[in-house]
């Protein structure tokens, strides 16, 4: 099967016009080295000042921001765990329940081919919130549940890391064995981390860390 | 010494432009990547001089660095085509446009591979097409080999069922 593959791709080749533009680049960028060169050895102590200046700043203003947008709570009676508490988590369309779900209608897959290819079927991950419905869009797959307590939503990809910026500095957690990096703003509560190679964001609207963490648990155990 | 960068062009620039096409699934966008490769060979050849002890250490550091570039090409191609909250802008449109104009007259399998999710479709590129390792794989891709065998499993399950499909 794969040899006509290997057949389709033997036909691609570098031309001789790519290779001397890239040589003509690498020439530039003798010339560019060159001419910083000169100027480096003219003012040697003004730029070992403006470096040190920016490295200073860069380390200021790393622990400003750190002092400023992270503050861990440990908030739960299985104190082990962190919920680092953050101004807000980035999301996307369709990862708070509520925002932008509609069905999506350029879906290139069905929830069956979704579930199929990841090989992980997403309803069946949360049973203590009812399924409510599902959306597909290019290659993450969105699941949605609720009950009268909480409003939850689960995206699922197996080729895109799913985590939000904001969530991928923060120190993970070990629960039950598995490495998840858990956050909060306001009501909600999130999730993320990877498990046989399908990256996931859990979101919930719920009552408490308590309840969050019950419903975190259950996921990570049918999973 | 100096690495002969027209001479690395010239053995490697073939796998280079390959793995880029696959990555990107569009021929401009891959030899502007071939073009940053090369370049950075170029500019890092002294701290990499000591590492590259044979020519398949030159190799790998060529395809580790076009996998780098081409992430992070993908990552640019989806900033530059949401909005800032992730709202889509007609690039499912897009990239159907770009599957077809990466490899002239291709094969169903072509096409299937083609079709896999970034992260599958370099594994299988990886191991089908230039014949690595899954152990040499996990080092170009940076991850532990336990994680590139299961992406590699996975991805064959995934081509089979997009050819079927076909």
Same mark, same amino acid.
Do not use: M, R, S, W
């Given at each position: 099967m794969m040899d006509e593959y290997k057949n389709d791709l033997d036909n691609i080749h570098v031309s001789e016009e790519l290779i001397n533009k890239t040589l003509l680049r690498i020439e530039e960028e003798k010339k560019k080295a060159g001419s910083e060169? +000169? =100027?480096?050895?003219? =003012?040697? +102590? =003004?730029k070992m000042d403006s470096r040190k200046i920016i490295k200073f700043t860069t380390f200021a203003m790393a622990s400003a921001a750190a002092v400023l947008i992270f503050v861990n709570t440990n908030m739960m009676d299985t104190s082990h765990l962190t919920i680092t508490e953050v101004d807000q988590v980035e999301v996307r369309s369709g &990862? #708070?329940?509520?925002l932008f779900t509609e069905n999506n209608e350029n879906s290139v897959l069905t929830e069956a081919e979704f579930t199929a290819r990841i090989g992980i079927n997403g309803r069946e991950l949360i049973k203590s919130a009812g399924f409510e419905k599902c959306s597909i869009e290019e290659d993450k797959g969105t699941f949605y549940f609720g009950n009268d307590d909480m409003e939850v939503s689960l995206s699922l990809s197996d080729s895109e890391d799913l985590t939000p910026e904001s969530m991928k500095e923060i120190e993970k957690n070990? #629960? &039950?064995?598995?490495?998840?990096?858990?956050? =909060? &703003?306001d009501n909600?509560?999130?999730?993320t981390g990877e498990e046989n190679g399908v990256s996931y964001f859990l979101t919930a609207k719920c009552s408490g860390s308590k309840a969050f963490l019950k419903l975190l648990k259950e996921y990570l155990k049918n999973f | 010494m100096e690495i002969d960068i027209e001479k690395s062009m010239r053995t490697y620039g073939d796998s280079v432009l390959r793995l880029a096409i696959v990555n990107t699934k569009n021929r401009a966008e891959a030899e502007d990547i071939f073009q940053e490769v090369f370049l950075k060979l170029f500019l890092s050849q002294n701290e990499i001089l000591n590492r590259i002890t044979c020519e398949e250490h030159l190799k790998n550091w060529l395809m580790q660095v076009t996998v780098r570039l081409c992430r992070d090409h993908t990552k640019s191609y989806w900033n530059k085509n949401t909005d800032g909250f992730g709202e889509k802008i007609d690039v499912a449109d897009e990239r159907s446009g770009r599957d077809y104009e990466a490899v002239e007259n291709q094969s169903d399998v072509t096409k299937a591979v083609l079709n896999l999710p970034y992260k599958y479709r370099q594994v299988i590129h990886l191991f089908y097409y230039e014949e690595y390792t899954t152990k040499e794989i996990a080092e170009i891709l940076g991850e532990d080999e336990t994680a590139t065998r299961s992406r590699l499993t996975r991805g064959r399950r995934m081509l089979e069922f997009f050819v079927k499909e076909d």
């Open positions: 060169e +000169v =100027k480096e050895t003219e =003012k040697p +102590v =003004k &990862d #708070i329940p509520g070990q #629960i &039950d064995g598995h490495e998840v990096t858990l956050a =909060k &703003d909600n509560f999130y999730a | -």
